[in-house]
């Protein structure tokens, strides 16, 4: 049903990521995004299709930044069967952009993945904030309950 | 690899939700929902943990309206091996509030799935809006391209 190797799998292309955005490897970081991918972004628009819309988004914004942002991730959970793959975990942003702007934040992300001609690649991903709707401003400041796992 | 039936079998529970939320039949459109469940909604908190958190918060959102709103989705896809599944889709969300305010807006849903003694449970769903990161609103007055499929 889970085959460990492929939880590991998946796992590591999780961390991959974390890795490489924090290094500043943008290109890197998109290697196991499929060329079909629909990406749901936590700013405008409403959807990315196609993986070109994704790394001009990833691109554009690593440029915001002068030094590369730090990514991390806690609570990573995996569901796998067969060739269909999902996971959702809380990520943390932090930098500081060009223009002095501090980012810092917990943002949601989950990602879809599909094993195609054996490798597993990240066919969709959905990444938000929430939104107060008393305000209807983002809610940049939440954080997680208790401690990072 | 995605026998149809079942691909059948999800996108009539995505369907089934969309028309019991739009009845007003709140409990029954949480019914495959898993207690496990762990839902990033388009609003604070950060995340629910567990259908009783999920729950509260459906019903709490419908209390906000005197008739029901009206839910709809559009391209629905399903990705399904094994008993693991996942599908992303837009939402578009249209009533009014108690308060007189107007309520019409498109999120993004992906729903993961896990099959559990036969039968299809949503273990993860993740709403949301993007926002506009020059302004730090949520950007409700976004529409897909294109028409409806």
């Known amino acids: 049903m889970m085959p460990a190797a492929d939880q590991d799998t998946i796992?590591?292309?999780?961390?991959?990521?974390?890795?490489?955005?924090?290094?500043?490897?943008?290109e890197t970081s998109m290697a196991d995004i499929d060329e079909s991918v629909v990406m749901f972004d936590v700013v405008d628009?409403?959807?990315?299709?196609?993986?070109a819309s994704s790394l001009a988004r990833a691109r554009s914004w690593r440029a915001t930044f002068e030094q590369p942002p730090r990514l991390e991730t806690r609570d990573v959970e995996v569901f796998l069967s067969g060739d269909v793959a999902f996971?959702?975990?809380l990520s943390?942003?932090?930098?500081?952009?060009k223009t002095g702007?501090?980012?810092?934040?917990?943002?949601?992300?989950?990602?879809?993945?599909?094993?195609?001609?054996?490798?597993w690649r990240i066919?969709?991903?959905?990444?938000?904030?929430?939104?107060?709707?008393?305000t209807g401003h983002v809610s940049l400041g939440l954080r997680p309950e208790g401690k990072p796992s």
């Open 92 to 97: 943390h942003v932090s930098g500081t952009q």
């Open 101 to 119: 702007q501090k980012v810092e934040m917990w943002f949601r992300t989950t990602l879809g993945f599909e094993r195609k001609q054996g490798r």
């Open 45 to 51: 628009p409403l959807r990315h299709i196609g993986k």
């Open 123 to 134: 066919v969709h991903e959905h990444g938000s904030v929430p939104f107060n709707p008393e």
């Open 87 to 89: 996971s959702h975990f």
């Open 11 to 26: 796992r590591a292309i999780i961390d991959a990521r974390s890795a490489n955005v924090s290094s500043g490897e943008v």
